[in-house]
Nanobody, 114 residues
Framework: QVQLVESGGGLVQPGGSLRLSCAAS????????MGWYRQAPGKQRELVAG???????DYKDSVKGRFTISRDNAKSTVYLQMNSLKPEDTAVYYC????????WGQGTQVTVSS
C-alpha cells in the first residue's frame, strides 16, 4: 500500500502563485507515473499535469506556460508550481501515483479569489 501526503493548497488572489507537494511512501524507482488532477464543483476530475519515470511531462492546455510539474527523486515527491493563477483554477487538487496500480492523495483545496 502506497501512502501519499499532499500539502500546499490555500487561498490566493488572481495572478498569485502556489506550490503543491505530494510525498509518496515508496521508492521513486517503483513509480511509473506521477500526476496532478483537479476537480471543481459539479465537474469531472481532470488531469492537470503529469510526469513519467523518464521525466517526460504533459500538461492540460489551459495551464501550459503557467504550471510546472517536477519531482525530487530522493524524496519520492512530486511538485506542482502554479503561477498566474486564475479563478477557474479553483478546485480540489489530487496527486496520483502509479506503480503496479494507482493511488490517490487526500486532496488539497486551491481557491483563487479576490
Amino acid at each position: 500500500q502506497v501512502q501519499l501526503v499532499e500539502s500546499g493548497g490555500g487561498l490566493v488572489q488572481p495572478g498569485g502563485s502556489l506550490r503543491l507537494s505530494c510525498a509518496a511512501s515508496v521508492s521513486i524507482f517503483r513509480i511509473n507515473f506521477m500526476g496532478w488532477y483537479r476537480q471543481a464543483p459539479g465537474k469531472q476530475r481532470e488531469l492537470v499535469a503529469g510526469i513519467t519515470s523518464g521525466g517526460a511531462t504533459d500538461y492540460k492546455d489551459s495551464v501550459k506556460g503557467r504550471f510546472t510539474i517536477s519531482r525530487d527523486n530522493a524524496k519520492s515527491t512530486v511538485y506542482l508550481q502554479m503561477n498566474s493563477l486564475k479563478p477557474e483554477d479553483t478546485a480540489v487538487y489530487y496527486c496520483r501515483v502509479t506503480t503496479t496500480q494507482y493511488y490517490w492523495g487526500q486532496g488539497t483545496q486551491v481557491t483563487v479569489s479576490s
